[in-house]
């Protein structure tokens, strides 16, 4: 008996540890400026045939405010954060694609870029102290407005995800990289705006189609960040999947899976002499 509860109190240590999150914080500028550029390929929609291959040149500024944070995650609205949960503002979008460089959608309306926003709950599942590994559930649901003159509202998406992250030193830096599974979610609206076929432009090829709302099909994102003082470089691959999606009928679905891909890098031209404190797990280590 006493050797079971010794094992019980042990296995419960153990467990507590795994489960433990660092607290450990990272003094940084309160703010950051770079400039650089690189390229990224993106299909034009998840299930065209297609890719557009584009040059990213970007001026790339890094805030750390209280709410306001601008860093490697994104631009974020920071409502809530405590040890294992945060709530902020999450942002994604589509790049434009006309009726002539989108296989399927000849004689259809051009596809306007697309923004997307809403709110993100972020939580921390696991992390460990050795290479600062993370399990992350993310919970965004973010409102979609195609950009065109004006943007106009054209649905929700929701992208429930799990990321694995660990940290890694080589080419004399420390890399931070990602594994990346997730479920893609879409209201009615959304999925007509790129799937559904009005009648009036039905063609012998191109039957009509109604596409409805809910499942979306799935995402794998692989993804390395490197951070010196200096300079900071990004990659990423992308594998897209909507087999079983709600619009895998649409005609204007060319092919199940998507890649995409990209890299950048940038340097970094000024920054503040303020410093601030921001946890080591938010911010990449150099």
């Known amino acids: 008996m006493q050797r079971t509860r010794s094992l019980f109190i042990a296995f419960v240590s153990l467990l507590a540890a795994s489960l433990s999150v ?34 990213v040149p970007f001026v790339y500024p890094v805030y750390r405010g209280d709410f306001l944070k601008i860093d490697e995650e994104g631009i974020r609205g920071l409502f809530f954060q405590s ?4 709530l902020d503002i999450s942002a994604d979008g589509t790049v434009p694609g006309s009726d002539d460089d989108v296989e399927g959608r000849e004689g259809m309306p051009s596809l306007d870029p697309t923004f997307q926003i ?20 993310t919970l965004p649901l973010r409102s979609v407005y195609a950009v065109d003159s004006s943007p106009r509202h054209i649905g929700f998406a929701a992208s429930p995800k799990v990321s694995y992250l660990r940290d890694e030193w080589f080419a004399d830096r420390y890399w931070r990289l ?3 599974a997730g479920v893609e979610l879409g209201s009615g609206k959304l999925h007509d705006y790129f799937y559904s076929v009005d009648p009036v432009f039905r063609t012998p090829d191109r039957p009509a189609f109604d596409a409805d ?3 979306a099909g799935t995402r794998f994102t692989l993804s390395a960040q490197g951070r010196t003082r200096n300079n900071w470089i990004g990659a990423f691959i992308r594998y897209d999947n909507v087999s079983g999606a709600v619009f895998d009928d649409s005609p204007l679905v060319r092919q199940t899976g998507n890649f995409s891909a990209g890299i950048v890098i940038g340097w970094f031209i000024a920054r ?15």
Do not use: C
């Open 83 to 86: 040890e294992r949960v945060k």
């Open 118 to 137: 809403g709110p993100s709950l972020t939580v921390d599942l696991w992390q460990r102290e050795p290479h600062a590994q993370q399990l992350i559930l």
């Open 178 to 180: 990602g594994a990346t």
């Open 272 to 286: 503040s002499k303020t410093m601030v404190k921001v946890p080591e797990t938010d911010t990449l280590r150099y």
């Open 213 to 215: 709302s809910g499942y």
């Open 22 to 55: 660092s607290t450990r914080a990272a003094e940084r500028p309160l703010w950051e400026l770079a400039v650089g550029g690189g390229v990224v390929s993106l299909p034009f929609y998840r299930g065209a045939e297609s890719n557009r291959v584009l040059p």
